[in-house]
Protein backbone atom coordinates (compact mmCIF):
# COMPACT_ATOMS: atom_id res chain seq x y z
CA UNK A 1 0.00 0.00 0.00
CA UNK A 2 1.16 3.58 -1.07
CA UNK A 3 0.01 7.19 0.29
CA UNK A 4 0.34 10.25 0.91
CA UNK A 5 -0.50 12.71 3.78
CA UNK A 6 0.42 16.40 5.25
CA UNK A 7 3.69 16.66 7.03
CA UNK A 8 1.72 18.02 9.85
CA UNK A 9 -0.18 14.93 10.07
CA UNK A 10 2.44 11.75 9.82
CA UNK A 11 3.34 9.92 12.96
CA UNK A 12 6.53 8.50 13.32
CA UNK A 13 7.40 5.74 16.03
CA UNK A 14 9.26 8.79 18.11
CA UNK A 15 7.45 11.01 19.19
CA UNK A 16 5.69 8.93 22.38
CA UNK A 17 5.77 11.84 25.11
CA UNK A 18 6.24 10.97 28.85
CA UNK A 19 2.90 10.67 30.46
CA UNK A 20 1.01 9.72 26.80
CA UNK A 21 -1.11 6.64 27.30
CA UNK A 22 -0.49 3.28 25.13
CA UNK A 23 -3.15 2.22 23.17
CA UNK A 24 -3.90 -1.32 21.05
CA UNK A 25 -6.19 -1.93 18.67
CA UNK A 26 -8.53 -5.01 18.51
CA UNK A 27 -6.63 -8.37 20.42
CA UNK A 28 -3.00 -10.17 20.37
CA UNK A 29 -1.93 -12.98 20.03
CA UNK A 30 -4.29 -14.94 18.06
CA UNK A 31 -2.35 -15.21 14.96
CA UNK A 32 0.52 -16.73 17.05
CA UNK A 33 -1.87 -19.51 18.16
CA UNK A 34 -3.45 -19.67 14.62
CA UNK A 35 0.20 -20.83 13.47
CA UNK A 36 0.44 -22.81 15.94
CA UNK A 37 -2.82 -24.74 15.65
CA UNK A 38 -1.51 -25.21 11.88
CA UNK A 39 1.98 -26.48 12.58
CA UNK A 40 0.19 -29.11 14.91
CA UNK A 41 -1.90 -29.93 12.02
CA UNK A 42 0.33 -29.94 9.48
CA UNK A 43 2.21 -32.41 11.63
CA UNK A 44 -0.29 -35.03 11.90
CA UNK A 45 -1.10 -34.73 8.66
CA UNK A 46 2.28 -35.78 7.47
CA UNK A 47 2.82 -38.12 9.92
CA UNK A 48 -1.26 -39.98 8.79
CA UNK A 49 -2.16 -38.39 5.29
CA UNK A 50 -5.23 -40.21 5.66
CA UNK A 51 -6.04 -37.56 8.90
CA UNK A 52 -7.69 -34.64 7.74
CA UNK A 53 -6.85 -31.43 9.49
CA UNK A 54 -9.48 -30.85 12.52
CA UNK A 55 -9.45 -26.98 12.89
CA UNK A 56 -12.90 -27.12 14.46
CA UNK A 57 -12.90 -24.40 17.12
CA UNK A 58 -10.40 -22.35 16.01
CA UNK A 59 -11.88 -20.59 13.18
CA UNK A 60 -11.07 -16.95 14.69
CA UNK A 61 -7.05 -17.77 14.84
CA UNK A 62 -6.57 -19.83 12.00
CA UNK A 63 -8.38 -16.66 10.07
CA UNK A 64 -6.12 -14.15 12.10
CA UNK A 65 -3.20 -15.91 10.63
CA UNK A 66 -4.02 -16.53 7.10
CA UNK A 67 -5.74 -13.02 6.51
CA UNK A 68 -4.68 -10.34 8.37
CA UNK A 69 -6.73 -6.79 7.87
CA UNK A 70 -5.10 -3.43 7.92
CA UNK A 71 -7.11 -1.37 11.17
CA UNK A 72 -7.74 1.19 8.66
CA UNK A 73 -10.97 2.14 10.66
CA UNK A 74 -8.43 2.83 13.73
CA UNK A 75 -7.05 5.30 11.57
CA UNK A 76 -10.56 6.89 10.51
CA UNK A 77 -11.70 6.92 13.78
CA UNK A 78 -8.74 8.94 15.02
CA UNK A 79 -9.30 11.53 12.54
CA UNK A 80 -13.19 12.23 13.19
CA UNK A 81 -11.95 12.51 16.75
CA UNK A 82 -9.38 14.93 15.74
CA UNK A 83 -6.34 13.02 17.22
CA UNK A 84 -2.94 12.54 15.60
CA UNK A 85 -1.00 10.36 17.71
CA UNK A 86 2.75 11.02 19.12
CA UNK A 87 3.43 7.94 18.10
CA UNK A 88 2.55 4.54 16.56
CA UNK A 89 3.70 0.94 15.11
CA UNK A 90 2.02 -2.20 13.91
CA UNK A 91 2.06 -5.21 15.81
CA UNK A 92 3.97 -7.61 13.67
CA UNK A 93 6.85 -9.02 15.71
CA UNK A 94 4.83 -9.04 19.08
CA UNK A 95 3.67 -6.50 21.42
CA UNK A 96 7.01 -6.59 23.81
CA UNK A 97 8.76 -5.96 20.48
CA UNK A 98 6.70 -2.79 19.11
CA UNK A 99 6.92 -1.42 22.75
CA UNK A 100 10.68 -1.77 22.65
CA UNK A 101 10.64 0.10 19.76
CA UNK A 102 8.09 2.79 20.41
CA UNK A 103 10.32 3.47 23.58
CA UNK A 104 13.66 3.55 22.01
CA UNK A 105 12.92 5.51 18.95
CA UNK A 106 11.49 8.09 21.66
CA UNK A 107 14.34 7.75 24.35
CA UNK A 108 11.23 6.97 26.71
CA UNK A 109 10.05 4.20 29.35
CA UNK A 110 6.88 2.49 29.78
CA UNK A 111 4.42 0.60 31.78
CA UNK A 112 2.17 -1.86 30.72
CA UNK A 113 -0.48 -3.65 32.63
CA UNK A 114 -0.85 -7.36 32.20
CA UNK A 115 -4.44 -7.29 32.77
CA UNK A 116 -5.25 -4.47 30.05
CA UNK A 117 -3.83 -6.45 27.15
CA UNK A 118 -6.58 -7.39 24.95
CA UNK A 119 -6.60 -11.39 24.65
CA UNK A 120 -9.61 -12.71 22.60
CA UNK A 121 -11.23 -15.56 24.59
CA UNK A 122 -10.93 -18.41 21.70
CA UNK A 123 -7.34 -17.34 21.75
CA UNK A 124 -6.73 -17.87 25.96
CA UNK A 125 -9.11 -21.09 25.93
CA UNK A 126 -6.35 -22.58 22.86
CA UNK A 127 -3.76 -21.37 24.67
CA UNK A 128 -4.60 -23.48 27.88
CA UNK A 129 -5.47 -26.52 25.70
CA UNK A 130 -1.79 -26.29 24.05
CA UNK A 131 -0.27 -25.25 27.66
CA UNK A 132 1.09 -21.96 26.45
CA UNK A 133 0.45 -18.56 28.29
CA UNK A 134 -1.66 -16.27 26.54
CA UNK A 135 0.83 -13.10 27.94
CA UNK A 136 3.02 -14.37 26.35
CA UNK A 137 1.50 -15.18 23.17
CA UNK A 138 0.42 -11.37 23.22
CA UNK A 139 3.76 -10.12 23.88
CA UNK A 140 5.91 -12.52 21.68
CA UNK A 141 3.56 -13.94 19.12
CA UNK A 142 3.51 -11.32 16.24
CA UNK A 143 1.71 -10.89 12.83
CA UNK A 144 -1.37 -9.93 14.64
CA UNK A 145 -1.11 -6.38 12.58
CA UNK A 146 -2.42 -4.18 15.01
CA UNK A 147 -1.89 -0.83 15.59
CA UNK A 148 0.18 0.11 18.39
CA UNK A 149 0.12 4.03 19.17
CA UNK A 150 0.44 6.34 21.85
CA UNK A 151 -2.06 9.37 22.55
CA UNK A 152 -1.63 12.83 25.03
CA UNK A 153 -4.07 12.17 27.94
CA UNK A 154 -5.67 15.29 27.28
CA UNK A 155 -6.86 13.15 24.30
CA UNK A 156 -8.23 10.55 26.19
CA UNK A 157 -11.92 11.96 26.44
CA UNK A 158 -11.95 11.85 22.46
CA UNK A 159 -10.83 8.29 22.05
CA UNK A 160 -11.75 6.23 24.55
CA UNK A 161 -15.09 5.07 23.10
CA UNK A 162 -13.55 3.63 19.79
CA UNK A 163 -14.33 0.36 19.00
CA UNK A 164 -11.68 -1.79 19.58
CA UNK A 165 -9.27 0.42 21.18
CA UNK A 166 -7.59 -0.94 24.58
CA UNK A 167 -5.69 1.60 26.62
CA UNK A 168 -2.63 -0.75 28.36
CA UNK A 169 -0.68 1.26 29.36
CA UNK A 170 1.38 4.59 29.40
CA UNK A 171 5.04 5.70 28.71
CA UNK A 172 7.57 7.40 31.05
CA UNK A 173 11.00 8.38 31.21
CA UNK A 174 13.85 6.29 29.41
CA UNK A 175 15.46 5.96 33.41
CA UNK A 176 12.07 3.79 34.33
CA UNK A 177 12.70 1.11 31.72
CA UNK A 178 10.27 -0.54 30.22
CA UNK A 179 7.95 -3.10 32.21
CA UNK A 180 4.87 -5.07 32.71
CA UNK A 181 3.51 -4.88 36.22
CA UNK A 182 1.65 -8.34 36.55
CA UNK A 183 -1.90 -9.08 38.00
Known amino acids: ?????????????????ANDLICVSGDLGAAFIGL??????????IDNPNIQPDLSGADYVVERQLKPEARKEIIDAL????????????????????????????????????????VDVETIRLCEEMNINSTVAALSGGEDYELLFTIRQRDFEK?????????????????AGLALIDQ
Open 1 to 17: AIGSVDKNKIVYRSGAG
Open 36 to 45: QILNREKKIF
Open 79 to 118: KEAQVIPTSMIDVSDGLASELFHLCTSSTKGCRIYEEKIP
Open 159 to 175: VKDIKGLTFIGHITDEA
